[in-house]
T-cell receptor, first 113, second 113 residues
């Protein structure tokens, strides 16, 4: 049982390049989330998907897009990367009710130069 | 909106002592509270949760206390061990934003021999 799997683990981009962060969960969870983590700021919600077929903006959505490909997969796309998007990105999933909190992936460390 | 904060950025604890990590929240609609542990290079890991209809909950070596009157949450770790060295986050879910967690900035716990 892998839980939440994120790829890649590390990435360096040049300003203006695009990339997609992949996330898949095998726990049959309905809800999935993308957070970014910056030093001293905790985790901030970028986008979430309460259920397959729906996505909504979180606290810091600018510069990102998401796709809920199916129940298992939720991807995050940076269309034109900026240095301000240098961060560690975490994907998470949960039961629809939110009970028991989230299960997190191990993160993607992204550097934009 | 919700404001979630922790009182100390770093907590140094001697091995074998008890640790207390504090968290304050601002939204009176906060209904579900979770503590996460994050080790270096890993995603946050669920430790313990508590609902607003409770004021105390115990797990293995951990206790969460909730004081709704002053909007304060604490995590107590008994007999702190070197493996407890990590960043600890409190996270809050409100009744008007169910399923979405808001995280505090985190407290770094350093266990010294």
């Amino acid at each position: 049982n892998a839980g939440v799997t994120q790829t890649p683990k590390f990435q360096v981009l040049k300003t203006g390049q695009s990339m997609t962060l992949q996330c898949a969960q095998d726990m049959n969870h309905n809800s999935m989330y993308w957070y970014r983590q910056d030093p001293g700021m905790g985790l901030r919600l970028i986008y979430y998907s309460a259920s397959e077929g729906t996505t909504d903006k979180g606290e810091v959505p600018n510069g990102y897009n998401v796709s809920r490909l199916n129940k298992r997969e939720f991807s995050l796309r940076l269309e034109s990367a900026a240095p301000s998007q240098t961060s560690v990105y975490f994907c998470a999933s949960s039961e629809a009710t939110g009970d028991y909190g989230y299960t997190f992936g191990s993160g993607t460390r992204l550097t934009v130069v | 909106g919700e404001s979630v904060g922790l009182h100390l950025p770093t907590l140094s604890v001697q091995e074998g002592d008890n640790s207390i990590i504090n968290c304050a929240y601002s939204n009176s609609a906060s209904d579900y509270f979770i503590w996460y542990k994050q080790e270096s290079g890993k995603g946050p890991q669920f430790i313990i949760d508590i609902r607003s209809n409770m004021d105390k909950r115990q797990g293995q070596r951990v206790t969460v206390l909730l004081n709704k009157t002053v909007k304060h949450l604490s995590l107590q770790i008994a007999a702190t061990q070197p493996g407890d060295s990590a960043v600890y986050f409190c996270a809050v879910m409100t009744t008007d934003s169910w399923g979405k967690l808001q995280f505090g900035a985190g407290t770094q716990v350093v266990v010294t021999p």
